[in-house]
Structure formats: C-alpha cells, structure tokens
C-alpha cells in the first residue's frame, strides 16, 4: 500500500483592490455612501474624532454623515461636558467624546512631542519642561486662559524665552481643551483653555496593553483598508509596523494597485466599486482627506494642489466619490450663496446633483436667508 504524504497548499496571495473599491469601502465607512440614523456621539466614536481646528468644522462633517442632524445636538454635547476639543491626531485640535479623550490623549502624546520638538522646542534651551507644566497647571485651572496670556504669564518665569513657544510647551506637556463658548453652533467665544483634569475631573487614562491596538483597529474600522504609512499620517504616531504586525493574526490583508500591503478589521465594509454614491460637501480639513499617506482613493493627483493654499485647505465637494471641486458660502445682506467651482467640467446630471445637494447645505447652514446655488466653471 503506497503512503501518500500531504502537501501544504501554497499561500493565496491577498485581493488586490483597486482605487474605486477603497474609494467606496472608505466613503461607507466614513458615512458618506449614505448618511446614518447614528447619534452624533455615536458618530464622533465611530469616526475616533472629527477634526475641529476650525470651530464649525465639526458640524459641517456631521450634517454631511448623519440624517436630521441638528447642530444643537453636538453644541449640546460641548456644553455638557460629553465631548470635548483637544489636540490629539497629528498634534491637531479634534472634537471627541469625553471617553475618548480620556483614552487616547496618552496614546497620542508622542505625536504632540515630536511635533513641539521639530519646531517651537528649539526655542526652550534652559526651560524645566517639568516646572513649567506645574505653573501651567496651577494657572490654567486657576482661570481658563487664552494661549497668548498664558505665555505672557509663563514669561514673568522664563523672560528670555517667546511667549508663544511657552505656551506651545504648555499644551504639549499638558492635556488643555478648549472649552465653551468657542465652537457653540451660533456663538462666538475666546479660545480659551483648561486641562481635562480640570474639565472633566478625572485624570487621562493609563494606557492599558492593547490599547494602541484597539485604536489602529477603529482607524481601520471608518478609515481602511489602510497601509502602516497611512495609518501613521493619520494618527501621527510613528514605528506602527511592529505593532500591526502584532495584529495581523486577527487582521486581513489586501494590495493595492501598486502592491502596497494594506490592513482591515475582518467585518470592514467592502461595497461594489460601481455602487452609487451621492455629491457630498465636506468642510476644510476634513479627516476625510488628511487620513492617509496616499490620497488617490478620494482625489487624483492632478487636483491634490488644488485643495490647499498655504496652509490653509478649501471646502469641498465629492462627485462619484472622489474630490471634484472646493466650495465657499457667501453671505450678503439676507441671502446666501453657494458657490462651487469644479476642478474639470461636470455632466449635466452632475451639475443637477451638485445643485440638489447644495441647496441642502444652504437650508443648514443659512436657513433665515435666500438662498442661490452657483457652478463656476473655469
């Protein structure tokens, strides 16, 4: 009787996914493919924060993701103390719930201090890092201060040393939120901080073992699939390759056009590349587009210069999925203008769909005024 011996079968080689298929993975789990009956904590958890350097950036992004939003739900969860403006991801201000705050502050600190050490922390020579976070403590939960008068403050101490850099010190070494009136839907206030100690009155969490993990598999969650570059933009953390690899028994993998290996949660979204997916208008510095190393799933090359000017990124507004055009509100008198100006020239049924869509926005963002939709067409 012959033996016969088995034979391992050679690994499958993962999926390649081409860039309609992230694009429309990414848009479904961003909330864009069709807008969700979340909750806007809910929505805020799922999306592991919105980007908030700008005050009504945060409503702008929700109106787009979620049905009926209403401002007043997330300018209620400010002023309750429920969700908070804090720098986190890339050392940059974003809006999350108080759990999350709580969470991933300590898990994002190396970002804050490599981004403090590679531009204002070469102007400390001599300044105990320790000693100032101290004094900074005392006098922001004395009185919530803004940056420029805490720096002053933090010179009568340390009078050769530029009060902006110490206040950059200040928010590096200490977890500051800023806090109510600024950024309440319909009110203007100081940009004014306290720490979350402070605020929320309990201290930032201990990172537990996983907790790293548990964060890059949620960015996979509304972000993926995803390579370790883009997960390292979007968090601004770096040497991440060691801790997916950690994870990869529990991870799927895919490529992309290029062979670039990309990561996802085994339950993550995978829609038909060719579904349908509606005009959306997006605020300036939505996640959306600062989430990845490679931004071909949401805009091509050619038009990724004309988002930005300076530091300063535009609105703008997705057709089929991808970043077609920038958009601005204008405001005169009692009405309200909308208007849009296309990258490239857009079909008759596009310019439909972009008009629909911003009138919408206009009866959000303006609803006392008249309202007109235009399409500048270079």
């Given at each position: 009787?012959?033996?016969?011996?088995?034979?391992?079968?050679?690994?499958?080689?993962?999926?390649?996914?081409?860039t309609r298929a992230l694009n429309?993975?990414?848009?479904?789990?961003?909330?864009l493919l069709r807008r969700s009956?979340?909750?806007?904590?809910?929505?805020?958890?799922?999306?592991?924060?919105?980007?908030?350097?700008?005050?009504?950036?945060?409503?702008?992004?929700?109106?787009?993701?979620?049905?009926?939003?209403?401002?007043?739900?997330?300018?209620?969860?400010?002023?309750?103390?429920?969700?908070?403006?804090?720098?986190?991801?890339?050392?940059?201000?974003?809006?999350?719930?108080?759990?999350?705050?709580?969470?991933?502050?300590?898990?994002?600190?190396?970002?804050?201090?490599?981004?403090?050490?590679?531009?204002?922390?070469?102007?400390?020579?001599?300044?105990?890092?320790?000693?100032?976070?101290?004094?900074?403590?005392?006098?922001?939960?004395?009185?919530?201060?803004?940056?420029?008068?805490?720096?002053?403050?933090?010179?009568?101490?340390?009078?050769?040393?530029?009060?902006?850099a110490l206040s950059m010190a200040?928010?590096?070494?200490?977890?500051?939120?800023?806090?109510?009136?600024?950024?309440?839907?319909?009110?203007?206030?100081?940009?004014?901080?306290?720490?979350?100690?402070?605020?929320?009155?309990?201290?930032?969490?201990?990172?537990?073992?996983?907790?790293?993990?548990?964060?890059?598999?949620?960015?996979?969650?509304?972000?993926?699939?995803?390579?370790?570059?883009?997960?390292?933009?979007?968090?601004?953390?770096?040497?991440?390759?060691?801790?997916?690899?950690?994870?990869?028994?529990?991870?799927?993998?895919?490529?992309?056009?290029?062979?670039?290996?990309?990561?996802?949660?085994?339950?993550?979204?995978?829609?038909?590349?060719?579904?349908?997916?509606?005009?959306?208008?997006?605020?300036?510095?939505?996640?959306?587009?600062?989430?990845?190393?490679?931004?071909?799933?949401?805009?091509?090359?050619?038009?990724?210069?004309?988002?930005?000017?300076?530091?300063?990124?535009?609105?703008?507004?997705?057709?089929?999925?991808?970043?077609?055009?920038?958009?601005?509100?204008?405001?005169?008198?009692?009405?309200?203008?909308?208007?849009?100006?296309?990258?490239?020239?857009?079909?008759?049924?596009?310019?439909?769909?972009?008009?629909?869509?911003?009138?919408?926005?206009?009866?959000?963002?303006?609803?006392?005024?008249?309202?007109?939709?235009?399409?500048?067409?270079?």
């Amino acid at each position: 009787m012959t033996k016969t011996t088995g034979q391992t079968a050679a690994p499958t080689a993962p999926a390649v996914l081409g860039t309609r298929a992230l694009n429309r993975a990414f848009l479904d789990r961003q909330l864009l493919l069709r807008r969700s009956r979340m909750s806007a904590a809910d929505a805020v958890e799922h999306l592991v924060g919105v980007h908030a350097q700008v005050p009504k950036v945060p409503y702008y992004a929700l109106w787009a993701r979620l049905a009926d939003f209403r401002p007043e739900e997330l300018s209620e969860l400010l002023s309750s103390r429920e969700a908070v403006r804090i720098a986190l991801q890339r050392s940059t201000l974003h809006l999350v719930t108080a759990r999350d705050c709580l969470a991933l502050r300590p898990l994002l600190q190396e970002a804050q201090e490599r981004r403090f050490r590679g531009s204002f922390g070469k102007r400390m020579p001599g300044v105990d890092l320790a000693r100032l976070e101290a004094v900074s403590r005392a006098l922001v939960e004395e009185q919530p201060l803004m940056f420029n008068d805490l720096g002053k403050a933090l010179t009568e101490l340390w009078p050769d040393h530029d009060a902006l850099a110490l206040s950059m010190a200040a928010r590096t070494v200490l977890p500051l939120v800023q806090i109510p009136p600024r950024a309440l839907w319909g009110q203007s206030g100081l940009a004014k901080h306290t720490t979350v100690q402070q605020w929320l009155g309990q201290e930032p969490e201990e990172p537990a073992a996983q907790a790293l993990e548990r964060m890059l598999a949620r960015y996979l969650a509304a972000f993926g699939p995803a390579s370790v570059r883009d997960m390292q933009m979007w968090s601004g953390l770096t040497r991440l390759r060691e801790v997916t690899e950690g994870m990869r028994p529990r991870l799927r993998t895919f490529r992309d056009a290029h062979g670039v290996e990309l990561f996802d949660v085994p339950d993550g979204a995978l829609p038909d590349p060719e579904t349908t997916a509606p005009v959306r208008f997006l605020p300036e510095f939505d996640n959306l587009f600062l989430a990845h190393q490679d931004r071909t799933r949401v805009i091509a090359d050619a038009f990724r210069n004309d988002i930005w000017k300076g530091n300063q990124a535009f609105s703008v507004v997705l057709v089929d999925g991808f970043i077609r055009g920038v958009w601005r509100i204008g405001r005169e008198r009692d009405g309200a203008t909308l208007v849009v100006e296309p990258f490239e020239r857009l079909s008759a049924r596009e310019r439909a769909d972009i008009e629909a869509e911003g009138a919408r926005l206009l009866e959000f963002a303006a609803p006392d005024a008249t309202h007109d939709v235009r399409i500048v067409q270079g």
